[in-house]
């Protein structure tokens, strides 16, 4: 166990729609990294928040956002879903962003049909 | 910018034989590495890292990686692999790009092991 929690595991929707996936760092941990993996894409980065600021953003579309609360989790919002977004959405922490591994939740995979 | 790339895809290796997976980066000054396996279904973990020091670096699961500068390469070794490697692995870098400490992931390479 990672220590890092995402939530819900899995999730169908239809497209159009909308969701929230959300991660809960390890505690101590104030970055949050959230990614994407698809078959035909990989790992991709997708945002990264560090104590409630975005710090970088990597391959993310206009539909989707982000926000990191003050009690450090984070959400991703996922809108005007297409089939294309299915994929698994990993959420990792950090300590400080530096110097140190990132670890992983389980991800949770989003399906849209 | 930082850029990771592992040439192999797919690699099969027999129970029991060695095994070496290639990683290659792209860093201006000296990156911090790391390998991670994700087996089917779950996330993504931390086999070893190197940040400095010693450049053959030792990870969990028997697993060893060697950090060649020289080469801008951290390949990823174990001596007698088992049918449980099966997985996929991602070499990592991390280090600051723009002001902004950042992790980049290779496209990761899927092992099968034969019994």
């Known amino acids: 166990d990672s220590g890092v929690t995402q939530t819900p595991k899995h999730l169908i929707t239809a497209t159009g729609q909308r969701v929230t996936l959300r991660c809960s760092p390890r505690?101590?941990?104030?970055?949050v990294y959230w990614y994407q993996q698809s078959l035909d894409q990989g790992l991709q980065f997708l945002i990264q928040?560090?104590?409630?600021?975005?710090?970088a953003k990597g391959n993310i579309l206009e539909r989707f956002s982000a926000q990191q609360f003050p009690d450090l989790h984070s959400e991703l919002n996922l809108s005007s879903l297409e089939l294309g977004d299915s994929a698994l959405y990993f959420c990792a922490s950090s300590v400080r962003g530096q110097n140190t591994e990132a670890f992983f939740g389980q991800g949770t995979r989003l399906t849209v049909v | 910018a930082q850029s990771v790339t592992q040439p192999d895809i797919h690699i099969t290796v027999s129970e029991g034989a060695s095994l070496e997976l290639r990683c290659n980066y792209s860093?201006?000054?000296?990156?911090?590495l790391f390998w991670y396996v994700q087996s089917p279904g779950q996330g993504l973990q931390l086999l070893l890292k190197?940040?400095?020091?010693?450049?053959l670096v030792q990870g969990i699961k028997g697993f060893e990686a060697e950090f060649k500068r020289s080469q801008s390469s951290f390949n990823l070794r174990k001596p007698s692999v088992h049918w449980s490697d099966a997985a996929e692995y991602f070499c990592?870098?991390?280090?600051?790009?723009?002001?902004?400490?950042?992790?980049?992931f290779g496209t990761g390479t899927r092992l099968k092991v034969l019994a």
């Open positions: 190197y940040f400095s020091g010693d450049t």
């Open positions: 860093y201006g000054a000296t990156p911090y």
């Open positions: 505690s101590g941990d104030l970055s």
């Open positions: 990592a870098v991390a280090g600051l790009d723009s002001g902004t400490y950042k992790y980049i």
């Open positions: 928040y560090y104590n409630g600021e975005e710090r």
